[in-house]
């Protein structure tokens, strides 16, 4: 078998695909990539027996169709360094080697028994099938990614949950302490249904989609997203996700509105002097000022800073855990954002003050006790 293609094409996609193998394997062929070549296409696939990516490259010359496996890192660390330039593959399939050859000169390498390569288990016939614009997808998930749990007890909250109503396709995050909701209201279905997506494969579509339509079909066990050039087969988190629209709480009187970025470069400078094991910063509202403020006495440290914001409400002081705050946002997209609050000891939700289009975009910070 003989095929020739782009060096950059190939080297653009395996680069894409290492990131689902992991460094250590419980089958040394999960180590490899997958090479099916088909008439004028070739169909690269790579595997960590959970997630499984696959995407295509147009071949220039193909003589002969057939499937084969080779070593992951030692093609990934030649091909990545070549100039744009035709590059052939001379696989012997019989005599387990793959030449390869470039403008100034050749290599090989051992290749092995594509059968051995372990099949994606995709959803039954029974699975719900949704349809969301790519970019839009990678959108979500890049805002709510940052929100997403590390917790072994709690293991559905690791990923990021979609959560398909007649109104629109909800996508959430939490780790208990900060929360992401993405409405989409392009997307609905009448047949209510839901799903957890972990967090490789989050990052791996994040990384991934640029342009047309995604269609990510699921059933009880595992999802399959169709994207232009590829797919992903993963297997979804068990376990229920909480409930959390009954965090989100609806009657918050005092509005804070602010400067994103003046609001965030406030809160970078003073964030250094926050102590360092509960990165307090405490907000202090009252007659169009926001008074940031950060202490640790342990070290002498303190530092204040006061910027000019919209606030309608009762003069108060509220704490919150700085980084935290400071990831919010920087996942926000958008001139300003109002800062909805009740009172010291309730989340605060943040909103950006003008949403993105057929979006509803919402996040919360539970506070930090503050000494007055």
Known sequence: MRFTLSSTALSSKLSALSRVINSKNSMPILSDFVFEANGNMLRLTASDSENTMTTTVELNECDGDGRFAIGSHDLLEAVKGFSEQPITFEVDTDGHTARIHYQNGQFALPTDNADEFPQAQVPDGQATEIVIAADL????????????????????????????????????????????????????????????????????????????????????RNAEVKFDGGSIICRLTEGRYPNYNSVIPQDNPNRLTADREALLGALRRVQPFANTSSNLIRFHMENGTLQLDAEDYDFSKTAT?????????????????????????????CQEVTVLLADSSRAGVVVPTEQPADQDVLMLLMPLLINE
């Open 305 to 333: 800073e006061r910027l000019a914001c919209d606030y309608n409400g009762q003069p108060m002081s509220i704490g919150f855990k700085g980084s935290s705050f400071i990831e919010i946002l920087s996942n926000i997209d």
């Open 137 to 220: 997808l990678a959108e979500c998930i890049g805002r709510s990614l940052f929100a997403t749990a590390q917790d072994v007890l709690r293991p559905a909250m690791n990923g990021i949950y979609f959560d398909l109503g007649p109104e629109c396709l909800t996508i959430v995050a939490s780790d208990g302490f900060k929360l992401v909701r993405n409405k989409v209201f392009t997307t609905r279905s009448d047949a209510p249904a839901s799903f957890t997506l972990p967090k490789k494969p989050a990052t791996l579509l994040k990384n991934t989609l640029r342009e047309g339509d995604v269609a990510i079909r699921f059933d009880g």
